[in-house]
């Protein structure tokens, strides 16, 4: 994990833990079958007012019609980063799964 220290409102730290579990749970679940060994990793950095949140792994992958037709779980996934945070989502499958949400927090005021 690399997670920078980033104070945002309590709705937007409850959505992006929603979503670390939902994409770590993924991984665990299916990104390494037979019990193979992999690697998942969580990044969290802020550039000026944009914070990206990226988590990957490097398992077996999935198809990518799968993020959209997938169970409760991805549908959630994609309620939360879409309308909750109003993220710019981008899913890659190379050699396993990565995901990058790149959002503001624009109700966070800085005391």
């Known amino acids: 994990m690399e997670l920078e220290n980033i104070k945002v409102e309590i ?3 409850i959505s992006c833990g929603l979503i670390v579990n939902e994409l770590i749970t ?3 679940k299916y990104a390494f ?3 193979k060994e992999g690697n ?3 990044k969290l950095y802020k550039i000026n007012d944009l914070i990206t949140l990226e988590v990957s792994d490097n398992g077996v992958g999935f198809k990518l019609t799968d993020q959209h037709d997938g169970g409760l779980g991805l549908q959630m996934f994609n309620l939360i980063s879409e309308s909750q945070l109003k993220a710019k989502t981008e899913v890659k499958i190379n050699e396993g799964v990565f995901v990058r949400l790149s959002f503001k927090d624009d ?5």
């Open 33 to 35: 079958p037979d019990k």
């Open 107 to 111: 109700k966070y005021i800085v005391k």
């Open 11 to 13: 709705d937007t730290a």
């Open 40 to 42: 998942i990793s969580v």
């Open 26 to 28: 993924n991984s665990l």
